[in-house]
Structures are given as C-alpha cells and as structure tokens.
C-alpha cells in the first residue's frame, strides 16, 4: 500500500480503532512498520514480455561472453537529451546555507547525443554524436555508416525500437552493414535495463554533470563534451 498523505489515513484509524494520532506519531508508527518516504518510479515492465526478455537477457549474455573471448564487439546504442530543462540533479549542500539554485529555463534548446557504447571491455570506449535540436534517421544511418569506418571485426549493435532505428532509410542500409561486419539487435520492447547505455546517460545526467553545468547553454555544452571524451577514463561503470 502506498500513499502521498499519511493525514489521510488519520480518520480512517479514528473510525476503526478510537484512536486519535497526530501526524508525527504517524508518520513514527509508519517507519517502524517499515514504511519510508520515497519517489516512486514509472515503470512498463509489466507489459513486456517476460519470456522475450529473459530469452534476449540470456543472449545478451552469451554475447559478452563471446566478447571477452575476442570474437566478436557487443556495442549499446541510444539517442539521449541534455538540456537546462533536464530533472533537478541531487546535490550534497551544506546545511543551513540556501539550497543550490538552477536556471528554470523553458522552451527548445539542448542537445541530442547519438552515443554507441563497448560497456563491457577496458576502457568502455563510446563513439559519441551531438547535435542541437532532435536526430532522424537520415542522421541515424550517417552515424552508423561512419561508425563502421572503426570497426575492427564483427559488432553487433544493441538498440531499441525507436522509430529512427527502424526506418525505411535504416532498412534499406542493413545488408550494406552487414557486409562491413555490422549487425542489429533489437531488444524487446519496453526492456530498457537491457539497453546498458541507458546507466551511462543516467549518470551523465545525475552525477558527472554538475548543478553548476547547468548555468549557461555553453556551459552544459562544454561539461559533456569533457564528460563523454573521458569516459572509461575519469568516467567508469562497474557492472556487477
């Protein structure tokens, strides 16, 4: 059970036990009980398929197992958005001192990234694209098409459905790819753990950029430049 307001469960306990609690007695009882107050997530897992997934788990798995063997690059790829809109980071701040204030700025601005990412070899290396405004799949297949000019042997692509990702445009490009030794795998829908770029630009977003990144757009712009270049550097993952 879950609610936002423990005030109102005030007249409920009242009505059923004669018992008149105020609030921060309440609110005592409920942690004792093992309640806490948290943010609550939005999550689409219960209308995925559950088999599909633990079938392309296990197949992701044997992936990188190939991988450490040298056979084969398994590369995550993802479409991200920066911009001075972007949720409210968590800061330590000092105690007593006014909280840390960031612009509350509206409208269009920011930057897309096109990011593929070796997340799971020394050195994580992430070949990065940015851009203002949103990507396409014209841009999409320009990316990957250069892409390819670095690879050094078979590379599968981990991605998602976007609609970018599966254009005509994109469609029509596989077989070239496939002959550079590049293939797609799509994971299931709404299997966002499985894409594990999206850990990369969560923490792009909640740790390495900085409240003050957030200041101006060149600011933002230059602190995740510095952030991406340095990535499997300064800027580590460790998957369990």
Same mark, same amino acid.
């Given at each position: ?40 997530r939005r999550s689409l897992r ?13 197949q992701l798995h044997q992936l ?106 994109? &469609?029509?490009?596989?077989? &070239? ?64």
């Amino acid at each position: 059970m879950a609610t936002q307001q423990l005030r109102h469960w005030l007249p409920d306990i009242r009505r059923a036990w004669g018992i008149k609690l105020h609030i921060s007695t309440l609110r005592r009882l409920a942690r004792r009980a093992g309640y806490r107050w948290k943010r609550c997530r939005r999550s689409l897992r219960q209308q995925r398929d559950a088999d599909l997934f633990a079938q392309t788990q296990q197949q992701l798995h044997q992936l990188h197992r190939a991988e450490s063997r040298g056979e084969l690059a398994v590369v995550y790829v993802d479409e991200c958005r920066f911009s001075r809109q972007a949720p409210v980071p968590y800061a330590w701040q000092r105690r007593g001192q006014p909280p840390v204030c960031l612009p509350a700025v509206r409208g269009r601005g920011g930057h897309s990234v096109l990011g593929f990412w070796q997340a799971h070899v020394p050195g994580q290396p992430v070949q990065a694209y940015l851009r203002e405004g949103s990507l396409t799949a014209d841009l999409f297949v320009l990316a990957v098409h250069d892409f390819c000019q670095t690879l050094s042997g078979p590379t599968v692509l981990v991605l998602d459905n976007a609609s970018i990702h599966k254009a005509h445009v994109v &469609q029509a490009c596989h077989k &070239q790819w496939a002959a550079a030794g590049l293939s797609l795998l799509f994971l299931p829908p709404y299997s966002p753990e499985l894409n594990h770029i999206e850990l990369l630009w969560h923490r792009c977003k909640h740790y390495w950029i900085r409240p003050q990144d957030y200041a101006t757009d060149q600011s933002l712009l230059q602190r995740l430049e510095d952030v991406l270049t340095n990535v499997g550097k300064q800027y580590t993952i460790t998957f369990a």
